[in-house]
C-alpha cells in the first residue's frame, strides 16, 4: 500500500519534471472578431419558456443584436415548440448608479423576429386552402418590445471570466396582437396585447 | 464548447462559480414561472403566442356555462325557447363588447350560441379576449370551433378555454348538437366530422324532447366541408327524429336555405362584424321564427 502511494508520488512527480517549461505570454491572446459578446438566458416574451442566445454589441453597447433558441415544453403546446428568434436592441443611455460597480440602463426600445417549429403546429399556409385565405403566417412573428437593464461589473474577474451581468426585462407584442389592437382602439387595452420577457446576460 | 469551436486562442470561462450561481437562480425563477403566474394571475409572462397555457378563469367554460345554463329555470312557458344565435366573433372585439349590451336588454332568452371562429388566429389569447367581453352577458353563452380556432395550437387552445370539440345538452325540452365540422382543416381525410358521433347524438331524444338543432361551424354544403362527409352527413340530419334546423357560421352572413330538401333547413348566422345578430323562438316540434337585431 505505501510502496503503490510511494509509486503514485514518484510518478507525479516525474511528470512534473517532464513538464516542458512554458513562456506565459506578456499580452493577452486576441479575442476572435467572431466570438459573442455576451450569451443570454431568457424566460417568456413569447421566445420560449427559456430561451438561450449569443450576441454582439455595437456602439459602445448601446445596440445589442442577440440569436435565441427558445423552448416550449409540449406541457403547454401540442407539441413541443423550438423558437428561433433574432433582436435588436437600442438602449441609449447607461447611468453609473452609487455603487460604482452597479449600472442602469433605463431605457431600451427594440424588435424581433421569431420563427416557431413545432411537429403538431397547424400550419396556416400550406395549401390547404388557396392561396391568401389566412394573410398570416402560424409560424413566423415579428414585433417591438421596449424594456430595461440593470448591470453588474463584477470584481476580480479575470480576462477569461464574464465581466459584466446585466438583467433585462422586454414589454412587447407581435404583429398579430397588434392587428387586432389597432382594429379595436379603445376597446382593447395596451395590457391586453402586452407580452414580458425577462433574462440574464453575461458579458466578456 | 462553443468557444473552444469558435476561438482557439481566447477561450472563454463560461460559467465560473458566481455565474453559476446567476444561472442557478434564473433557472429557479424560470421553474416557479408557471406558478408564480397562477398565483399573481399575471398573464404578461408569454411563452409564446401559440401556447395553450390559460388562467383558471378562462378554462372549461363549456362546461362552466352549461353548468350556469342548467341552473337558470326556462323564462318562457310551455316549450317555447328562445336564444341568440351570432357566429365569427374573431377579432371583432368592440362588436363583441355592443353585442353583449344589446343582448343584455332582451327578455326571455335563455342563451346565446356563438357558431364559431371565436378568434382569427387559432391563439389562446383571442380566445380570452373574447371572453373578457362575453362573460358581461347577463345568459351563458355556448360555443362551437370554427376553422379560424383550428389553425396553429388553436384546436388544443379551444379545448383548453372552451372544452369538447363535439358536445351535445339538453333545455328547454330541447337537445342541442354541437359538431366540429372543419374538415378542410383536417386535410379532409374522412374524420371530420365524426358522423358516428353525430348519428348516436341525434338518436332516440327523450319524451320530454320537442326538437333537436345542430350547430355546426362549416354548413354541409359549403367547399370546406369534407366532401366524402356530405352525404353521410346529411343523412345522419335527415334521419335525426324530430331535427328542427341545422345552425351553421362560416358565412359572415344571416341566410335560410334548405339545399337538401325542405325537411333540413340551415340557418347561417350574421358575424359580428355585421353588427347583427338573430334571436331564434322555437316552439313544437317544426315551429320557430327569426328575429334580426341591430345594435
Request: glycine share 10%; proline share 6%.
Amino acid at each position: 500500500m505505501v510502496g503503490l502511494l510511494l509509486l503514485a508520488g514518484w510518478i507525479g512527480s516525474t511528470n512534473i519534471e517532464a513538464a516542458p517549461s512554458v513562456a506565459f505570454p506578456d499580452t493577452l491572446p486576441p479575442r476572435p472578431w467572431y466570438a459573442p459578446r455576451h450569451v443570454l438566458l431568457q424566460a417568456a416574451g413569447g421566445q420560449g419558456l427559456v430561451a438561450v442566445g449569443v450576441g454582439y454589441t455595437m456602439a459602445r453597447r448601446r445596440l445589442e443584436l442577440d440569436a435565441l433558441l427558445g423552448y416550449v415544453p409540449q406541457k403547454y403546446s401540442r407539441t413541443a415548440m423550438g423558437i428561433g428568434t433574432i433582436k435588436i436592441t437600442y438602449s441609449p443611455w447607461s447611468i453609473p448608479l452609487a455603487h460604482h460597480r452597479w449600472g442602469l440602463r433605463p431605457f431600451a426600445v427594440g424588435a424581433f423576429g421569431s420563427y416557431t417549429a413545432s411537429k403538431g403546429l397547424n400550419s396556416s399556409r400550406d395549401g390547404k386552402y388557396e392561396k391568401g385565405y389566412y394573410w398570416w403566417s402560424s409560424h413566423t412573428r415579428v414585433g417591438p418590445f421596449v424594456g430595461g437593464q440593470v448591470q453588474y461589473e463584477r470584481p476580480r474577474s479575470t480576462h477569461r471570466d464574464a465581466r459584466t451581468i446585466s438583467f433585462y426585462y422586454e414589454l412587447g407584442s407581435n404583429d398579430l396582437y397588434l392587428t387586432s389592437w389597432w382594429a379595436n382602439r379603445g376597446e382593447l387595452t395596451l395590457r391586453e396585447i402586452l407580452t414580458l420577457g425577462l433574462g440574464v446576460k453575461l458579458h466578456w | 464548447m462553443l468557444f473552444s469551436l469558435l476561438g482557439r486562442q481566447w477561450r472563454p470561462r463560461l460559467l465560473d462559480r458566481s455565474a453559476w450561481a446567476v444561472v442557478a437562480w434564473v433557472l429557479t425563477m424560470a421553474d416557479l414561472l408557471p406558478i408564480t403566474w397562477l398565483l399573481s394571475g399575471c398573464d404578461l409572462l408569454e411563452l409564446s403566442p401559440n401556447e395553450t397555457r390559460t388562467p383558471v378563469a378562462y378554462r372549461d367554460l363549456t362546461r362552466k356555462n352549461l353548468e350556469a345554463l342548467q341552473r337558470r329555470a326556462n323564462p318562457l312557458a310551455g316549450d317555447t325557447l328562445r336564444f341568440v344565435f351570432i357566429g365569427d366573433s374573431q377579432r371583432f372585439y368592440k362588436e363583441a363588447e355592443a353585442f353583449t349590451q344589446s343582448v343584455n336588454q332582451l327578455q326571455g332568452v335563455s342563451f346565446v350560441a356563438v357558431a364559431g371562429d371565436i378568434s382569427d388566429f387559432g391563439l389562446v389569447r383571442e380566445m380570452r379576449w373574447v371572453h373578457e367581453r362575453l362573460r358581461r352577458l347577463k345568459v351563458p353563452y355556448l360555443t362551437v370551433i370554427g376553422n379560424h380556432d383550428v389553425v396553429a395550437n388553436g384546436r388544443e387552445a379551444y379545448q383548453q378555454v372552451y372544452g369538447p370539440l363535439n358536445y351535445s345538452f339538453e333545455y328547454g325540452h330541447t337537445r342541442f348538437v354541437f359538431v366540429d365540422t372543419n374538415g378542410r382543416e383536417y386535410g379532409f381525410k374522412g374524420r371530420v366530422p365524426d358522423v358516428a358521433w353525430v348519428r348516436q347524438a341525434l338518436a332516440n331524444p327523450g319524451p320530454g324532447i320537442s326538437r333537436q338543432v345542430v350547430m355546426s361551424h362549416v354548413p354541409p354544403n359549403d367547399a370546406d366541408f369534407d366532401p366524402h362527409l356530405v352525404s353521410p352527413y346529411v343523412e345522419a340530419l335527415q334521419r335525426a327524429p324530430r331535427l328542427a334546423f341545422g345552425l351553421n357560421g362560416h358565412r359572415h352572413d344571416f341566410g335560410v336555405t334548405a339545399p337538401f330538401g325542405p325537411a333540413l333547413p340551415f340557418i347561417n348566422s350574421y358575424a359580428f362584424e355585421k353588427r347583427r345578430y338573430l334571436v331564434l323562438t322555437l316552439w313544437g316540434p317544426q315551429g320557430f321564427q327569426i328575429d334580426s337585431v341591430s345594435y
